[in-house]
């Protein structure tokens, strides 16, 4: 039997501890007052005041003007610096690859989009791409300190490799590919969990402790959140939706098997469906989509009803499985399809769901758009900043 050996917490720790509660406390809700700061993180006045004078001489927190209190001098507000540091977050989606540089409070600073080929992905390119729009987007926005660089990527993330099955990659070295274009430390994650971060943190979801966000684009995933904690499996590998079967025998998926939900609801999926009931349907994915759900003709309607049946289905099993209190439909394929057919996909949920589970799940779309997988990304430095307190840590590296 091993021996378990409890360090003791020493006055460092204790300090970290209380930057990391302060400056989360402000960073979600600002602009607050030391009073309101020592009310929600449960420290006396005396440390928050402590911990707020070294948060504002690292320049980590700035005052933000004052506001009248109940027969007293008026209380200093506190937001978070939002120059003090930038951030960046990348998009490897199916149709494009996104990135983006935001300031320290997620506000969008410069942006670079390459289109790519739905069906060829070669991470060199990705890699390549990565790296220009990197380049590009510090550049436009003259930044200076850079916290990181998260990356979303369509697969599962084990030590700086990729595993996305639907797109040709086992065990892809994108991180070290990415490595020899820059220094800055990056954190690589599924795109449907820094989708569902940024909805959790920003969006629909903010506030909610137990939910799912389903990402439906070319590909369909999920981010299962249980306790306020995302759920990550034994290896990183949970909230592959889009491979639950939904049909035995049924419509081969790119994964290689039959009868997956995305070989129903993914993009292309539903796209290939309305072509073959549809002549003139464009090329380009998102715009063959768009048309569809704008066609108001019967061949469109069908397809729509059936893409709504299964995505009820899908949904109804996550609310089977996980109980959550909210589902949210996201991704750019997912917002413009809930847009005409989430009513219907409630209805669908409802027939299959048990009953008390689906009373207490709310079905909505997601709030922050179809860009919000390169904004969660940017979510993975910031995350760790504030839970270091403010302090950057120098590693050259972070895999989720």
Request: glycine content about 14%.
């Amino acid at each position: 039997m091993g021996v378990v050996v409890h360090r003791k917490l020493t006055v460092r720790d204790l300090r970290a501890g209380n930057r990391a509660r302060v400056l989360r406390a402000l960073y979600f809700d600002q602009p607050r007052s030391r009073q309101e700061l020592a009310g929600v993180t449960g420290l006396s006045q005396a440390s928050v005041s402590n911990v707020v004078a070294e948060l504002i001489a690292d320049g980590v927190v700035v005052e933000a003007g004052q506001v009248e209190s109940d027969g007293g001098r008026p209380r200093v507000l506190l937001r978070v610096n939002p120059d003090q540091a930038a951030v960046v977050g990348v998009d490897v989606g199916e149709t494009h690859v996104l990135v983006e540089v935001f300031d320290l409070t997620l506000r969008r600073l410069a942006e670079a989009t390459f289109p790519m080929e739905p069906e060829v992905h070669s991470v060199d390119d990705v890699a390549r791409r990565v790296l220009e729009g990197l380049d590009r987007c510090l550049e436009v926005s003259g930044v200076g300190e850079v916290l990181g660089v998260g990356i979303g990527v369509p697969g599962q993330v084990e030590r700086g490799r990729v595993y996305a099955q639907t797109v040709g990659w086992h065990g892809v070295a994108l991180e070290r590919l990415l490595r020899t274009g820059t220094d800055l430390p990056l954190f690589l994650d599924n795109g449907a969990n820094t989708l569902g971060q940024a909805e959790v943190w920003f969006g629909a979801g903010r506030g909610t402790g137990d939910a799912v966000v389903a990402l439906i684009g070319s590909g369909v995933g999920a981010s299962v959140i249980t306790g306020g904690v995302l759920y990550r499996g034994s290896s990183g590998g949970a909230g592959e939706w889009g491979h639950t079967t939904v049909a035995l025998d049924g419509r081969p998926c790119r994964c290689g098997a039959h009868g997956c939900l995305e070989a129903y609801i993914g993009a292309s999926a539903v796209v290939d469906r309305y072509r073959a009931v549809k002549a003139g349907v464009p090329a380009e994915q998102e715009a063959a989509l768009a048309a569809l759900v704008a066609d108001g003709s019967r061949a469109a309607r069908d397809v729509l009803a059936e893409t709504a049946r299964y995505a009820g289905l899908g949904i109804a099993n996550l609310i089977n499985l996980f109980n959550p209190s909210q589902v949210i439909v996201g991704g750019w394929a997912g917002l413009l399809l809930g847009a005409r057919i989430l009513d219907d996909v409630r209805v669908q949920a409802s027939r299959h769901a048990l009953h008390r589970p689906f009373e207490q799940a709310s079905i909505t779309l997601c709030e922050l758009g179809p860009e919000s997988v390169a904004l969660g990304a940017a979510t993975l430095p910031v995350a760790e900043f504030l839970a270091a307190g403010g302090v950057r840590r120098r590693t050259p590296s972070h895999v989720v």
